[in-house]
């Protein structure tokens, strides 16, 4: 099965191999009568440059979490956003697409281990944990193997996670979206119909103007952004209960106000999460009446509430 499966990934990226080669020399001459039908022209030119937006089957919403740094916890977040919004009284059937492909945490954070299945259409069946389908590059891939891929074959991986994955039906399908702002996150925003964007980062000053990069990415693509989800805000003492602010206090109120971009919610640096996620056992699952499941639950209502009520 694994084999087939990236067996797969070649084939479609060979196919494109003969697209690259220089073409015939070829001489086109464009006369101008007007200014006007120059920049009209242009705007048309990049329209069909531009990939076509297409919905996923089954897919009512797609929320992307986002991060402009690795290691602010976005993964963490993304996991016990999903676990906190099947938690909702609603009954949303909830999905999780792992994006980050040399990176990916979902297998490990969602204790899943395996190959998918393929439907007869040659789809891929995503392996559920906690009722909640997931689909990740680390299910294709050796665990302990580098993924050593060059551009093409990564944008081939992520357009087959986002178009051959048979997800059912789904209300909101969370995105883990690689960090920073490259190519895949931008063919992401263009390939489909993103419904909202949030953004995680400690209240660290570097992390936080790499948060800045995001939402403005977001905001150039037309994508909205919901907020920003400050992790690792402040330290609690599992002994004493004693708060720190570790990586200090008031730069992320700052962004948020200069951005105008509101703060969803703030997730304290706490060992059990830490735990938990090693485990994998998100801490919405294994005690959601925690301190620190409730903040994401809070979080996850407030985001679906954006989703559903806009
Ligand atoms: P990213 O996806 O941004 O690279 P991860 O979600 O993989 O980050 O988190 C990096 C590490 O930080 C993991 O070990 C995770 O368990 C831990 N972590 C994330 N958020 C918290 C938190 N609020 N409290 C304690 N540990 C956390």
Redesign the pocket.
């Given at each position: 099965m694994f084999i087939t499966i990236l067996n797969m990934f070649w084939k479609s990226a060979n196919k494109l191999v003969p697209i690259c080669r220089p073409a015939k020399k070829t001489s086109i001459r464009i006369y101008s009568t007007h200014k006007k039908d120059d920049s009209e022209r242009q705007k048309e030119m990049m329209r069909r440059g531009l990939p076509k937006v297409q919905k996923i089957d089954g897919v009512k919403n797609i929320l992307l979490v986002a991060?402009g740094?690795?290691?602010?916890?976005?993964?963490?977040?993304?996991?016990n956003l999903a676990c906190a919004m099947k938690s909702l009284k609603n009954n949303f059937k909830v999905g999780l697409l792992d994006a980050?492909i040399y990176?990916p945490?979902i297998p490990k954070?969602m204790n899943l281990k395996g190959n998918p299945e393929l439907t007869q259409d040659d789809k891929m069946v995503p392996l559920t944990n906690y009722d909640i389908p997931c689909m990740s590059m680390g299910f294709l891939v050796d665990e302990k193997s580098p993924i050593v891929w060059r551009g093409l074959m990564v944008m081939q991986a992520i357009q087959r996670l986002l178009r051959q994955v048979n997800w059912g039906i789904l209300d909101i399908l969370v995105i883990?979206m690689p960090?920073g702002t490259g190519d895949v996150q931008l063919s992401i925003t263009q390939n489909v119909p993103v419904t909202g964007a949030i953004i995680?980062s400690t209240p660290q000053d570097i992390a936080l103007s790499d948060a800045r990069r995001g939402a403005e990415m977001f905001h150039k693509v037309n994508v909205p952004v919901y907020g920003i989800i400050q992790?690792?805000?402040v330290f609690c003492c599992p002994n004493c209960g004693t708060k720190t602010n570790i990586f200090g206090t008031g730069m992320l109120e700052n962004l948020a106000t200069e951005m105008k971009i509101d703060i969803l919610g703030n997730?304290?640096?706490?060992?059990?999460?830490?735990?938990?996620?090693?485990r994998g056992v998100p801490i919405t699952i294994n005690t959601p009446d925690s301190d620190?499941a409730k903040e994401f639950i809070k979080v996850a209502d407030k985001v679906c509430k954006r989703i559903f009520d806009s």
């Open positions: 991060s740094k690795g290691g602010v916890g976005k993964s963490t977040v993304a996991v980050d990176g945490s954070l883990d960090p995680v992790n690792m805000s997730i304290p640096l706490h060992p059990q999460i830490c735990v938990d996620s090693d620190q």
